[in-house]
């Protein structure tokens, strides 16, 4: 099956710095890629959509200049916490759709990113 | 606007069968996933349903009527394994995934 990686699977930082998430298809090309971002005991919130080459499409809320999300392969996309503060700890999980069009509903997921600011 | 609901918890006992409910109001549908998660762990696709009835796969089971905005997942021969959430995710006219909150649901001996 399709696999999709995340690196870090976790990390702490502190107030004010910044922190750069990946997300990779492993075997697959994947013309769109997901992020979201998952507090606890809460469901999945999609933070922004990315398309390879174009600029993400950002979910009302969630604000572009601090979530930095770059595309720029097929298999790559990273998510870029700016400035981050302790509101913004949380679980981030990444999906990927495949390019092929048999598989062109179902999205492959990461296995998240737990991000924590001290 | 869309809506999904699903019940918060559930319980069940090691063996039995249990059905997840899930009911959404929607304008533009593409389909209806369902999805287990494990705390601390990303969701893992369980099934899709893009046309009314039954997708049986295994132990796991999945409904749809469209109709009614209904679906529900059936799960039989429950393991201890099986104690996760379980996510209802409605794909809507633009292909992108609504989430509902999820079931949380506890296997018990």
């Known amino acids: 099956g399709a696999v999709v990686s995340q690196h870090p699977s976790w990390v702490i930082c502190k107030s004010g710095t910044s922190v750069k998430i990946e997300c990779r298809s492993l075997?697959?090309?994947?013309?769109?890629m997901f992020w979201y971002r998952q507090f606890p005991k809460q469901s999945l919130m999609l933070m922004a959509t990315?398309?390879?080459?174009?600029?993400?499409?950002?979910e009302q809320g969630v604000e572009k200049d601090k979530f930095l999300i770059n595309h720029a392969s097929l298999t790559l996309s990273t998510l870029t916490v700016t400035s981050a503060h302790p509101e913004d700890s949380s679980f981030y999980i990444c999906s990927a759709r495949a390019q092929q069009s048999t598989d062109f509903y179902e999205q492959y997921f990461g296995p998240g990113t737990r991000l924590t600011v001290t | 606007g869309q809506n999904i609901d699903q019940p918060t918890e559930m319980t069940a006992t090691e063996g039995a069968i249990v059905q997840i409910n899930c009911t959404y109001q929607t304008s533009g549908f593409n389909g209806l996933f369902w999805y287990q998660q494990h705390a601390g762990e990303a969701p893992t696709f369980l099934s899709y349903n893009v046309l009314d009835g039954l997708e049986e796969k295994g132990r796991f089971s999945s409904f749809l009527s469209r109709s009614k905005g209904y679906s529900y997942l059936l799960l039989k021969e429950l393991q201890m394994k099986d104690s996760a959430s379980y996510l209802c995710a409605l794909m809507d006219s633009n292909y992108q995934l609504i989430w509902g909150a999820g079931t949380k649901l506890i296997i018990k001996p």
């Open positions: 990315s398309n390879e080459g174009s600029k993400a499409t950002y």
């Open positions: 075997d697959f090309q994947a013309t769109t």
